[in-house]
């Protein structure tokens, strides 16, 4: 029952990523913020195990950024598997995501990147 979870304030890059990753998951959910994406993995937090869980993230949204949201797991004590996109993949981009055990893919991508970044990052 894996869940994917995307967070990005565009919904075009949200029916994007949902569309080439659908049949890979029961479940897929979208947050439009990183306030509606801290309030999903609090939700997963107590209903799935962090393995069966997926989140696909912006950095820059409104409310909290996707490396926000990544520096609360800790404090959830739930690490899902996350992959950050970004326009921005600058040095301190890159460190910040691996530091936080995500796995970065730039934008623009093509979709099979898309697919190949999530086979990689995330072993079912």
């Known amino acids: 029952m894996a869940t994917l979870i995307i967070a990005d ?9 949902a569309a080439t990753l ?10 439009a913020d990183g306030r509606e994406l801290f309030r999903e993995l609090v939700r997963c937090s107590y209903t799935h195990d962090e393995a069966e869980v997926l989140v696909i993230t912006d950095i820059r949204m409104p409310a909290y950024s996707g490396l926000d949201i990544l520096a609360t797991y800790d ?12 326009s ?3 040095e ?23 697919v190949r970044v999530v086979d990689r990052a995330y072993v079912r």
Do not use: S, Y
Not at 9 to 17: E, G, Y
């Open 9 to 17: 304030d565009n919904a075009q890059m949200r029916w994007l990523v």
């Open 88 to 90: 921005f993949p600058d």
């Open 22 to 31: 659908r049949d890979r998951f029961a479940h897929v959910v979208e947050a």
């Open 92 to 114: 301190d981009a890159v460190a910040a995501t691996a530091l936080a055990g995500g796995v970065l893919i730039p934008k623009p991508f093509a979709t099979d990147e898309l």
């Open 75 to 86: 404090e959830l004590q739930f690490h899902p598997v996350t992959v950050v996109m970004t």
